[in-house]
């Protein structure tokens, strides 16, 4: 029932829906680093060796002391999304026409995009809520390219065919549902010759993974990334802790 009346949301007040969404992504993750600790690891984890990306393809980053919506400690180690660095690693030695961040919370992938392409391609970054909007820039100026950074608030169909209409573009959305409303056949031949990276969030948006799926299997090579479990012992700058956080605050 409740996913029923989400898609029925969705497609009257996709915008205000959206926000709703996002919102409630926040709060879950406020609510999850608060009641297993995470905060105070992530705390202690900055304290000791920086406010900096440790591992992966954003190695170096700088951050904020805060993330929006997902977990902060794991960002910090590296860990975060890792199912997606080999994807990462390939398109870093691409050429693109601009960058594409739908949900772009603080800024994670807008501003680690901006510094990992080469090229230095425009980024676009979308994102409902304001807090996140002034993170991003936030964290844009914080590592010196705000002026490759553009943040916007709601991004629809039109919006996204606007900024891509047949360029080469490095698309990445996590937008809690909205994906559906999203990438639909208005969009396809304005997104042929993109990537695209689309988190799916099948509990929020019941069958979008099938019908986005189909939808790309004539324009592109589709490829469905399950997550991954991540081992404490793999990472070892986290070591410092006697009790080490358990597999699932590392994602």
Request: some cysteine; proline content about 4%.
């Amino acid at each position: 029932m409740k996913n029923a009346i989400k898609a029925t949301l969705l497609s009257v007040a996709p915008s205000l829906t959206g926000r709703w969404l996002a919102r409630r992504a926040e709060r879950h993750g406020e609510r999850f680093m608060a009641s297993t600790g995470v905060g105070k690891l992530a705390e202690d984890f900055a304290a000791r060796y920086g406010n900096s990306v440790r591992l992966g393809e954003f190695a170096g980053m700088r951050l904020l002391d805060r993330s929006v919506g997902s977990a902060f400690l794991p960002k910090l180690v590296g860990s975060y999304e890792a199912e997606l660095h080999p994807c990462l690693r390939r398109a870093a030695a691409q050429s693109w026409d601009a960058v594409i961040d739908v949900g772009c919370a603080e800024g994670y992938y807008a501003v680690g995009l901006a510094m990992l392409f080469k090229e230095r391609p425009k980024v676009h970054a979308f994102d409902l809520t304001p807090t996140a909007r002034q993170l991003c820039r936030e964290l844009a100026r914080l590592n010196g390219v705000d002026g490759k950074v553009s943040v916007h608030g709601a991004c629809d169909s039109k919006r996204l065919i606007e900024i891509a209409n047949g360029k080469r573009c490095f698309v990445i959305s996590d937008c809690e549902g909205f994906e559906s409303e999203l990438f639909t056949s208005d969009t396809l031949e304005a997104l042929q010759n993109s990537q695209l990276v689309i988190e799916l969030h099948e509990r929020e948006s019941p069958g979008c993974t099938t019908a986005i799926s189909q939808l790309f299997q004539a324009t592109h090579s589709v490829e469905l990334v399950p997550a991954i479990p991540r081992l404490p012992d793999d990472y070892a700058d986290l070591m410092m802790f006697t009790d080490p956080p358990k597999h699932g605050n590392l994602r």
